[in-house]
T-cell receptor, first 113, second 114 residues
Framework: AQSVTQLDSQVPVFEEAPVELRCNYS??????LFWYVQYPNQGLQLLLK??????LVESINGFEAEFNKSQTSFHLRKPSVHISDTAEYFC???????????FGAGTRLAVHP | EAQVTQNPRYLITVTGKKLTVTCSQN?????MSWYRQDPGLGLRQIYY???????DKGDVPEGYKVSRKEKRNFPLILESPSPNQTSLYFC?????????????FGPGTRLTVL
């Protein structure tokens, strides 16, 4: 069975500092990997995804994630965070016959001035 | 605007009183799904639908029903709600049921069962 582990439930960081949100998954088959972001009182929005090809994927707002097959990881990074990045971030994996997302428990990123 | 809508956004009810949460998408998506979000557990799939009249159980289907009579709508029905169904519910849709498709989420429905 697939599972997703987000290693940090909360990550406090100061504005303009770098941040890494860690995600590990377990699966015996090829997977597709996603990061979703949930701003306060909103639904989930896709931040970035890995389907195939280059293992480094980027979002339009400066986040990037690297797919590491040997370590079964898909960590999310940003070199300099803004107050507006404060949100909850979910790592998710899907594979197999249909589009079922398995989510991690989420990481709450709090950016302080 | 392409979107997934849910109603109501907030609902407080009592044990045993049947309720329906509606979900509608305007993107002509084949695949729709319901998730519940609980603290420390992330989102877990309740039911999904690959297309009209095709539905199946997800990981936590007990106490829920769904129907897919039209492509755009996928209501979630709680026949006899209980306090353990207090949660934040999300409807999602994607172009097809293929695992690589991005899922688009609604704004969520916060349900409290007293």
């Amino acid at each position: 069975a697939q599972s997703v582990t987000q290693l940090d439930s909360q990550v406090p960081v100061f504005e303009e500092a770098p941040v890494e949100l860690r995600c590990n998954y377990s699966s015996s088959v090829s997977v597709y990997l996603f990061w979703y972001v949930q701003y306060p009182n909103q639904g989930l929005q896709l931040l970035l995804k890995y389907l195939s090809g280059s293992t480094l994927v980027e979002s339009i707002n400066g986040f990037e994630a690297e797919f590491n097959k040997s370590q079964t990881s898909f960590h999310l990074r940003k070199p300099s965070v803004h107050i507006s990045d404060t949100a909850e971030y979910f790592c998710a994996v899907s594979s197999g016959g249909y589009n079922k997302l398995i989510f991690g428990a989420g990481t709450r990123l709090a950016v302080h001035p | 605007e392409a979107q997934v809508t849910q109603n109501p956004r907030y609902l407080i009810t009592v044990t045993g009183k049947k309720l329906t949460v509606t979900c509608s998408q305007n993107m002509n998506h084949e695949y729709m799904s319901w998730y519940r979000q609980d603290p420390g557990l992330g989102l877990r799939q309740i039911y999904y639908s690959m297309n009209v009249e095709v539905t199946d159980k997800g990981d936590v289907p007990e106490g829920y029903k769904v129907s897919r009579k039209e492509k755009r709508n996928f209501p979630l029905i709680l026949e006899s709600p209980s306090p353990n169904q207090t949660s934040l519910y999300f409807c999602a849709s994607s172009l097809t049921g293929a695992a690589y498709n991005e899922q688009f989420f609604g704004p969520g429905t916060r349900l409290t069962v007293l």
